[in-house]
T-cell receptor
């Protein structure tokens, strides 16, 4: 069975500093991978996705993620965070283009002045 | 604009009552999903439906029921058999590029 692990439950970062959120997955083939962001009391918004091809994926709000097959990872990065990036971030996996997702437990990001 | 509408945003339930959470989409997506979110536990799948008049149990279906009589609608009923229903409930639909989520319903038992 497939699984998604987000090792960091909580990350604190200073405004203007870089951010990297880790995501590791377990699946026997190349999965479809996603990153979502959730503001308090809201639904989830898609940041970016990886299906195939270029392993560096650009998303919205200045985020990017890199798929590394050898490490079974799909880490999310942003070069310079803004206070509005404070939110919870979820990594998700799907085994095909129409199937249900497996979500990680989420990483809460706090941005300090 | 197309999207998913969940209502109500806040819902209070008394012990022993059934309550129904509404989820409506105008995206023409076939597949729809219900997730429960608790602090520190991520999103757990309750039920999903890939086509009208058909649905499957997810990981935590006990105490919940659903129907899918129309493509646009996928209501979730939280029954009195669900012993700990206080949570944030998210509805989603699936297309090739991923999930589209509603804005959620926060259910509290009083």
């Amino acid at each position: 069975a497939q699984s998604v692990t987000q090792p960091d439950i909580h990350i604190t970062v200073s405004e203007g500093a870089s951010l990297e959120l880790r995501c590791n997955y377990s699946y026997g083939a190349t999965p479809y991978l996603f990153w979502y962001v959730q503001s308090p009391g809201q639904g989830l918004q898609l940041l970016l996705k990886y299906f195939s091809g270029d392993t560096l994926v650009q998303g919205i709000k200045g985020f990017e993620a890199e798929f590394k097959r050898s490490q079974s990872s799909f880490n999310l990065r942003k070069p310079s965070v803004h206070w509005s990036d404070a939110a919870e971030y979820f990594c998700a996996l799907s085994t095909d283009s129409w199937g249900k997702f497996q979500f990680g437990a989420g990483t809460q990001v706090v941005v300090t002045p | 604009d197309g999207g998913i509408t969940q209502s109500p945003k806040y819902l209070f339930r008394k012990e022993g009552q059934n309550v129904t959470l509404s989820c409506e989409q105008n995206l023409n997506h076939d597949a729809m999903y219900w997730y429960r979110q608790d602090p520190g536990q991520g999103l757990r799948l309750i039920y999903y439906s890939q086509i009208v008049n058909d649905f499957q149990k997810g990981d935590i279906a006990e105490g919940y029921s659903v129907s899918r009589e129309k493509k646009e609608s996928f209501p979730l009923t939280v029954t009195s058999a669900q012993k700990n229903p206080t949570a944030f409930y998210l509805c989603a639909s699936r297309w090739v590029h991923g999930y589209t989520f509603g804005s959620g319903t926060r259910l509290t038992v009083v």
